[in-house]
Structure formats: C-alpha cells, structure tokens
C-alpha cells in the first residue's frame, strides 16, 4: 500500500491525533492515503467514528505494543 503522507501524534491525546489527521488530509489530493500514528487507547474508536463522518476510508488499524495506526483515504 503506497502512503502519500504520515504523522506522528504519539503523545497525543484525544481530539489531538484527530485534529492533526483533519489538517493532513485536507492537504491531500482525493484518493490519496494519509498514515498516523498514535499512543492514545482510544483513537481506534475515534479514527472509526472520523471515517463515518467525514466519508473518509478508514483502511486499516493495527496495534503494534502501545502504537496505534491508523491509514485513511482521503474522499
């Protein structure tokens, strides 16, 4: 999977890495793919309930020891 940009949000907590997501994404082009990554436990749900509002494509989620990643497409 080619990502066109990532962030770091470790150490971030909610709406943080949510806010920082918004910001990237709205620097893309559609159909491009934005990576983050995150320490905060309950950006998995935030990231699902971004995606559903936002129309954005929530791709994948992986938990890898205390990081949280998240790769959306942008709409």
Do not use: W, Y
């Not at 020891?65 to 497409?73: A, D, K, N, Q, T």
Request: net charge positive; proline share 3%; glycine share 6%.
């Amino acid at each position: 999977m080619q990502i066109d940009k990532e962030i770091d949000t470790r150490g971030l907590n909610c709406p943080l890495p949510i806010l920082k997501a918004k910001k990237a994404l709205a620097e893309l082009q559609s159909g491009q793919v934005l990576k983050v990554v995150s320490t905060d436990g309950g950006s998995i749900r935030d990231f699902q309930a971004f995606a559903k509002q936002t129309g954005n494509e929530l791709l994948d989620q992986q938990t890898l020891e205390s990081e949280f990643i998240h790769v959306l497409r942008r709409r």
